[in-house]
């Protein structure tokens, strides 16, 4: 099972047991559908791939809008989004839409404060939101068509110290995070403890495997250079009578042809007194010039 399928599978069993908690999240998730007309009706159209939800929707929308006609059907999509979707349409009055908020955002603000705020996001989330997957990318948002209520819901989130981006893209508006910090955060803010405890599970795999890799990134051009760095030192002193040369570089010339890929600090430890990596590499540079200059005398000769 993805993340997404996950956490969508938590949310929509989420059933708060108040009854202003409850109707919070309905809203939520009313204000994240869409509103269609069919003659003089007005429609209210939910559509996820997922059933659980609209049966989640179905359950909700009989405690309160026991009276209004709905339906459930199972349609086939096309475009970028191709698949079988889930719809529930309920047929609403005018002045439903009114009092919900869908004209403006005034109504909404008794269910942006308190504890039903999370209900009220949550819901739109679930029908509103995505996630991706977190093993590939950590990204996360919520799509509307007003951008006041995009923004309202910014603010909500901020005062709870989940910051959000707020961006259009075509004709909506997206609220939106890249940091697995804020998702963490708003996934515990939703109450999805099992979503949140495998993001956090993902999140430290995550980061050991990066901290992993940069060490052996970092080892394995470590041992790149030495091994470089010795094959051309080796092959300058093997043409280098060693007796010509000062003590202090004959010392460091036979170590390295003994150690072929030591590293500067274990040939520092060799020598008698022990040396540091700089006096090492500044002995070998040494070493080199002298082996460039013996030879260019044996080419003048």
């Known amino acids: ?42 429609l209210l159209c939910l559509s996820h791939r997922s059933l659980a939800l609209l049966k989640k929707c179905l359950v909700l929308k009989k405690e309160f809008l026991p009276l209004e006609h709905h339906e459930l059907i199972l349609s086939r999509e096309q475009g970028i989004n191709a698949g079988l979707f889930y719809r529930l349409i309920i047929h609403v009055p005018q002045d439903f839409l ?6 403006t955002t005034s109504p909404l603000e008794k269910y942006l404060r308190g504890m039903v705020a999370s209900d009220f996001i949550r819901g739109v989330f679930e029908l509103r939101g995505y996630v991706a997957n977190p093993l590939r990318s950590y990204h996360l948002e919520m799509r509307f068509a007003s951008e006041d209520l995009a923004r309202l819901l910014q603010k909500t989130l901020q005062k709870a110290m989940i910051p959000f981006r707020c961006r259009q893209v075509k004709s909506e508006w997206h609220l939106y995070t890249k940091s697995a910090a804020t998702i963490a955060s708003f996934l515990g803010y939703l109450g999805a403890q099992q979503s949140y405890l495998e993001l956090e599970r993902i999140r430290v795999e995550k980061e050991t495997v990066d ?4 060490w052996v990134n970092y080892t394995t051009s470590n041992l790149e250079r030495t091994v470089r ?15 010509i040369l000062p003590p202090k570089l004959r010392e460091i010339a036979i170590l390295r042809l003994r150690y072929p890929y030591a590293s500067f600090r274990e040939l520092g430890m060799y020598c008698s007194p022990p040396l540091s990596k700089g006096e090492v590499y500044r002995r070998l540079k040494a070493l080199e010039k002298e082996a460039e200059r013996f030879w260019q005398r044996l080419q003048n000769a």
């Open 1 to 42: 099972m993805d993340f997404q399928t996950l956490l969508h599978d938590e949310l929509s069993s989420l059933f708060p047991t108040e009854r202003e908690r409850r109707e919070a999240e309905f809203l939520g998730l009313l204000r994240g559908s869409v509103i269609e007309r069919r003659g003089k009706e007005i």
């Open 229 to 243: 760095s010795s094959l051309r030192q080796r092959e300058k002193i093997r043409n280098l009578p060693l007796e």
């Open 211 to 214: 901290q992993l890799t940069r």
């Open 98 to 103: 009114v009092a919900s908020g869908f004209y």
